[in-house]
């Protein structure tokens, strides 16, 4: 993710705010967005024993779990998420100070499978493709896939989601923050605008 | 964080959890097909080695090689110094060459200190280990690997355990930096040794002595034994190697008097039949040949933690991470 992109998500955690922007998804949005995500996977590749589910932290990672669970439920067999830290492969990494390593959990070999890589917020693509990255030097999947909860545009690299639950056409000078009940408590989409951040800066 | 590491007094309880923390999401770099990640792409790390010690020397360079930098093995034998060059114009050479960090291992205490001091590099300053001094990055693995078998879980320290550390003292970095690093986790340690190898001003130290090790074993969690360092037994610090391996040394009987939970723990290299004996060196409850595979996770986040990130910042936007 760009710079700009963590700091607009790192906005939900760290300034509670009671009412900073416009609410674009609830939380019953969220479920159904995930619940079609979910069963667009399951169609596009028809078998669900050849899926690795990894969640991109923090967000992601809650998001992948869900989906995992809804994929359990329809499979009628445990489907578990995995985690993947892309923090050592950032591109901005010697822009601020080290930051702290999230945990990167492969729940199996993902050689030959097709891995779906699912984040919060898809922006600039750079989260995407430091992922890619990662997964490289994990093994060889046959093919990858991205899901996202939220696609806001102004890509900077040729990337682009399989699977989106909302489009969200946004300028640049505005935030999108992702709340989920697993860190946030609460199940929301926003987007603020420049003027009702507070300075939580890009 | 800080920008060198010098002194394992120098990490706060914060610092120190979180270099163990990296370090435990860095660990499974080594059971991966690639072992390897891209971070330090295009940073030079000088290992600058003015003592001999390669099992030291390729731990670092193991790390920095896993984290991608270019590593220059610098060692004073051979090299300028044998001809009478100083540290500082060592130093000025390196900096002309673009060292990103110097791992410095000196046989003179305070090396580090007036390498990173003087401002003659720089780089960010690794002590690998002064004279009799310091050696924080094995006391970073040493903390580490207690954690893993004692509490288990991340982003706690070693409140409460309790920590021999047995031998030779005097001239141990390993046992200072062990007992600043473990106090600042909250850990009790406990020094046991003959009275002549334990320092003076070990009473100022945040530890407990003792001349008796059987006294010490019944609730200790983990017991580090010392390297005797026959190089520098060049004084009478004990009659005999029979009376110190019998007083001071671990065999089969006083391992058995340990908790079961307790874990044996070495520095290295050994002196089998020594301070330790072949059994207990390789027992279940031995942990020695893991610490050198933790030494380079460890070595590997001391790395990330310093050089990884924008260069001269201070940890200022902790909502960077999302």
């Given at each position: 993710m760009s710079a700009s992109d963590d700091a607009e998500r790192a906005g939900t955690a760290h300034?509670?705010?009671?009412?900073d922007g416009r609410t674009v998804l609830d939380q019953h949005d969220i479920s159904r967005a995930l619940t079609r995500i979910t069963h667009e996977i399951l169609e596009r590749n028809r078998d669900s024993a050849g899926l690795v589910l990894l969640g991109i932290p923090t967000r992601g990672v809650h998001l992948a779990r869900r989906i995992a669970q809804r994929m359990s439920e329809v499979e009628q067999r445990t489907i578990t998420a995995g985690a993947l830290d892309i923090t050592m492969y950032r591109d901005d990494l010697r822009l601020k100070p080290a930051r702290a390593l999230e945990h990167t959990e492969i729940p199996d070999d993902i050689d030959g499978k097709v891995v779906v890589l699912i984040d919060d917020v898809l922006f600039s693509g750079r989260t995407i493709r430091a992922a890619l990255d990662a997964l490289t030097e994990l093994g060889r999947p046959k093919a990858v896939q991205l899901a996202v909860l939220i696609d806001r545009g102004h890509r900077e690299l040729p990337i682009r989601a399989d699977f989106v639950g909302k489009n969200l056409p946004t300028s640049l000078v505005e935030k999108v923050k992702v709340r989920l009940t697993e860190s946030d408590e609460i199940d929301s989409v926003s987007i603020t605008g420049p003027a009702s951040t507070g300075g939580a800066g890009a | 964080m800080i920008k060198n590491l010098l002194s394992a007094g120098d990490l706060d309880r914060t610092d120190a959890i979180r270099i163990l923390d990296t370090a435990e999401e860095l660990l499974g770099v080594a059971s991966r097909p690639i072992k390897k990640l891209p971070t330090l792409r295009g940073r030079t790390v000088v290992n600058l080695f003015f003592e001999d010690s390669t099992r030291t020397r390729i731990s670092f360079e193991a790390a920095a090689k896993r984290l991608s930098a270019d590593v220059i093995n610098f060692s004073a034998k051979g090299s300028s110094v044998s001809k009478g060059e100083s540290l500082k114009d060592t130093a000025l050479t390196l900096q002309a060459m673009g060292a990103d960090a110097v791992i410095i291992r000196h046989h003179s205490s305070g090396a580090p200190h007036r390498l990173a001091q003087a401002r003659w590099t720089k780089g960010a300053v690794i002590n690998a280990g002064d004279g009799t001094h310091e050696h924080p990055t094995q006391a970073l693995l040493d903390a580490f690997t207690m954690r893993r078998h004692l509490v288990g879980s991340t982003g706690s320290d070693l409140a409460g355990k309790k920590i021999t550390i047995v031998g030779d003292v005097l001239h141990s970095r390993v046992a200072r930096s062990n007992a600043l690093l473990l106090h600042t986790l909250g850990a009790h340690v406990t020094l046991v040794a003959p009275p002549t190898l334990l320092p003076v001003g070990v009473d100022h130290w945040p530890v407990e002595t003792s001349y008796d090790l059987d006294a010490s074993?019944?609730?200790?969690d983990a017991v580090m034994m010392l390297r005797v360092q026959a190089e520098r037994m060049n004084a009478s610090y004990f009659p005999s190697a029979r009376e110190y391996s019998r007083r001071y040394g671990l065999d089969t009987a006083r391992l058995n008097r340990l908790p079961d939970h307790a874990i044996v723990m070495h520095p290295g290299p050994m002196n089998r039949g020594m301070e330790i004996t072949a059994d207990v060196a390789d027992h279940?409850?031995?942990v020695i040949v893991e610490q050198v595979t933790n030494g380079v996770a460890v070595r590997m986040a001391v790395l990330y933690l310093l050089l990884g990130g924008a260069a001269g910042e201070t940890e200022a936007s902790e909502e960077g991470l999302s």
């Open positions: 300034h509670q705010a009671p009412d | 074993l019944e609730d200790a279940v409850r031995s």
